[in-house]
């Protein structure tokens, strides 16, 4: 027959009996196991002798224990009528709901989603994000094969995101697998009467030995009438595929050994960013 309203999500089944046995003698044996879970003791009827028991008084359920606060003999006729069951008060099977009858910002994304979100698209996730800074600490005079007067960048207002990088004698080593921006920049100075050149570079490795530029950056520092002072950059991607294999570090070639690359503990001079983009 037609009805007002929305149509039913679920249908009415009939009402389902489990006989129960009880225990002759045994006060104590006042527990049972119900064959259907229910949310709370409203949601069955307990029959003794074919009277029917108060709900919360005389039993009480949790999910499928049925406990009697009074004995129950062997001769008794114990039997139980599923209320919850014939409305279909069940637990939805794994995989039933959709995307539809989620409603929008129903989802606690701080106290109910953890793990690896995954990207857009169905892409990998990331289980971790990293962005560190890495600076020089002291002006140096000539060729720096690797740089390696270095302190994590610490100024108030700064700081670092995820597991930060290692270093050791000027190596650096990334805390997870993944594709990272390295970005380095180098500051110089010059005060020659003649023009200099200066190159500054990205060194990798991928075998935790030989090293080769990934990336250069080239400055020619132009003697006026006092110290010049210049500064560039370059970056490269770089696939992490083995955290203990792939490493970084950065030099400087200066054509003069008077050349000075710039560094100080509390400015980012000569510095050097490491930002992880994904996995």
């Not at 259907?36 to 224990?65: K, L």
Request: negative net charge; charged residues 15%.
């Amino acid at each position: 027959m037609p009805f007002i309203g929305n149509t039913p999500d679920v249908n009415f089944t009939s009402f389902a009996k489990q006989d129960l046995t009880g225990v002759t003698g045994s006060p104590a044996k006042r527990g049972y196991t119900l064959s259907h879970a229910v949310a709370n003791a409203n949601e069955i009827e307990v029959f003794v002798n074919n009277v029917r028991q108060e709900p919360t008084e005389s039993y009480t359920v949790n999910g499928t224990g049925l406990t009697m606060t009074g004995d129950v003999e062997t001769s008794d006729d114990f039997y139980i009528i599923y209320l919850g069951k014939a409305i279909q008060t069940t637990v939805p099977p794994d995989g039933s709901v959709s995307t539809a009858k989620i409603a929008s910002s129903a989802v606690d994304l701080t106290s109910k989603v953890t793990g690896v979100l995954p990207v857009a698209n169905g892409g990998s996730g990331m289980s971790e994000f990293v962005a560190d800074q890495w600076r020089k600490t002291t002006d140096t005079s000539g060729a720096l094969e690797p740089i390696t007067d270095l302190e994590r960048v610490d100024t108030t207002g700064q700081g670092t995101i995820g597991t930060a990088m290692s270093v050791s004698s000027g190596i650096f080593t990334f805390p997870a697998t993944g594709i990272y921006l390295v970005r380095a920049t180098f500051a110089h100075a010059n005060n020659s009467t003649s023009s200099r050149f200066v190159a500054g570079k990205i060194q990798l490795t991928t075998d935790n030995s030989s090293y080769s530029p990934v990336a250069e950056t080239y400055n020619q520092l132009s003697y006026v009438s006092s110290t010049t002072y210049s500064q560039s950059s370059t970056e490269s991607l770089v696939n992490v595929t083995d955290t203990s294999n792939v490493k970084v570090k950065f030099h400087v070639n200066p054509v003069a050994s008077n050349t000075v690359t710039r560094g100080l503990s509390t400015a980012n001079y000569t510095h050097f960013t490491f930002i992880r983009l994904g996995a």
